[in-house]
């Protein structure tokens, strides 16, 4: 039996728009009528052919996750012009399509223009692909189609992909150099550890010299890094297995998500940098039409952080009640108390003192186990991991108390809506946060530098001086 897709209108004046199985247009439109709508439109639906026979006989190639970021604004970009341009819809995938690699996004095009041969509109037909084309995606496609101005909207979703997309590389690039500095100065301190502190060791041993604390508590550290190597490879893969297990749990992910926004230097970096993807979301999705509701649901689900993500589920249900939005804003922006953010923080501040007896473990019962220096050791890492652990649990609750979203945000999004202007207030929040994520990161970029060189500055020092104090005796003995 023949499908028909049809719009019409019910007795308060709302668009409707669904489908009906009927033997001919006549008997679809009686049965709609009967069904107290009014019909404005009725045609049948295509009914949908192989996908390799639409597509010309073309085969899919294989791809693993989604497409790439940068390759989804320049297709948004490019189609924005040819619809500019006035090119029917479908041709212009084509065109994109055919000059795409093959890819995700490829595969994406071609089951896109399937589905619009088969009598789908351009965002049904985009929703059938998820990894490529987000939520966020294919509903400002969808207020485009409704309003009448895709290409208007394809250019503002090219605007905001690209600005996000100038962001995200912004970041990666400022933290290349510092990875790479860390990098380096780990393998010249390996080398150290396994080279040369085995031969002074040897050395030592040969004039059986007693050895002061520093010296011993270095060839401990040494002896650690060359016999527990893998250690040091598996205790942060172990971290990050925990830490994606625990954040599989609701209370887990919630009490990682406000722990790690809060963390000292990175977390307020974290902290602008969602805010400035979220208020650009939904300035963006606002200006284009999208239902209010419905444009906060999908910046939830594009936030990232379960803190966020709770907040705007309560501005949801407030503005249900009939609340503003600057109102709920600001009353459920308090990260409030959570067990599990206590948790993280005081495994932030005993991870140290761990560290610490992890060493003094591996040195009891071997030759460097004097009776002082393990023990002084393990007593220090004891008080490490309890005072370390304490003190930050305590820090994470002064945190109670704090807001992820300002004053300064709540009072953009309050004259917004009484200026009715809320979508380029959301845009000022947006470049406002962007530029102080650039600060911050230039900032840090900057900082790093001068850091690692007094960080290599004490490490090489304490292994100099370490090794020469027993270096010294041995010379004033044998004078």
Avoid at 38 to 55: C, D, G, L, M, P
Avoid at 223 to 245: E, Q
Avoid at 433 to 440: A, L, P, S, W
Wanted: with cysteine; charged share 20%; aromatic share 8%.
């Amino acid at each position: 039996m023949p499908v028909y897709q049809f719009e019409a209108m019910d007795a308060t004046g709302e668009e409707i728009r669904d489908e009906i199985d009927a033997s001919n247009e006549e008997e679809a439109q009686t049965t709609i009528r009967q069904m107290g709508y009014f019909v404005t439109k009725i045609s049948e639906k295509k009914q949908a052919a192989s996908a390799q026979t639409r597509s010309g006989g073309k085969k899919r190639s294989f791809g693993i996750g989604g497409a790439k970021t940068k390759h989804i604004c320049a297709f948004t970009r490019q189609l924005s012009i040819l619809q500019d341009a006035g090119l029917p819809i479908l041709r212009s995938l084509k065109i994109l399509e055919n000059n795409q690699k093959p890819g995700k996004l490829k595969n994406a095009l071609m089951d896109t223009c399937d589905e619009i041969e088969g009598g789908a509109t351009l965002s049904e037909a985009m929703s059938k692909s998820p990894k490529v084309f987000s939520r966020l995606y294919v509903n400002m496609i969808k207020a485009g189609e409704a309003g009448g101005a895709l290409e208007t909207i394809l250019q503002r979703l090219a605007d905001f992909l690209e600005r996000a997309e100038s962001l995200k590389r912004k970041v990666k690039g400022a933290l290349i150099y510092p990875i790479v500095v860390v990098l380096v100065a780990t393998l010249i301190l390996t080398f150290i550890m396994l080279f040369i502190v085995p031969t002074f060791e040897t050395m030592f041993e040969e004039f059986g010299l007693k050895l002061p604390a520093p010296t011993l508590l270095l060839i401990a550290m040494s002896n650690y890094i060359a016999g527990y190597w893998f250690l040091l490879i598996l205790m942060p893969i172990c971290l990050l297995i925990l830490v994606k297990l625990m954040r599989k749990f609701r209370h887990g992910r919630m009490g990682f998500d406000m722990f790690i926004i809060k963390v000292p230097i990175f977390g307020s970096l974290i902290e602008k940098n969602i805010l400035a993807r979220t208020t650009r979301t939904l300035g963006t999705l606002v200006s284009s039409g999208v239902p209010i509701l419905e444009a906060i649901n999908i910046t939830r689900e594009t936030a990232g952080n379960a803190m966020f993500e709770r907040m705007f589920t309560r501005v949801n249900e407030s503005i249900r009640e009939g609340e503003v939005i600057s109102k709920p804003l600001k009353e459920y922006s308090e990260l409030g108390f959570h067990p599990m953010a206590i948790v993280f923080w005081a495994l932030f501040g005993a991870a140290p003192g761990i560290a610490m007896m992890s060493v003094a473990l591996t040195a009891t019962g071997t030759k460097l186990d004097d009776g002082v220096m393990v023990q002084m050791l393990t007593n220090m890492a004891t008080y490490a991991i309890v005072g370390g652990g304490a003190l930050a649990g305590l820090w994470g609750v002064t945190k109670v108390k704090s807001r992820v979203v300002d004053d300064l945000v709540v009072n953009m999004v309050d004259v917004g809506e009484e200026t009715g202007e809320l979508d380029t207030m959301l845009y000022k929040v947006a470049d406002t946060y962007d530029e102080e994520v650039r600060t911050m990161t230039d900032g840090l970029t900057a900082l790093m530098e001068p850091l690692m060189i007094v960080f290599l500055g004490l490490a090489v020092g304490f292994i100099v001086i370490s090794l020469f104090m027993p270096l010294v005796e041995l010379i004033s003995g044998l004078s």
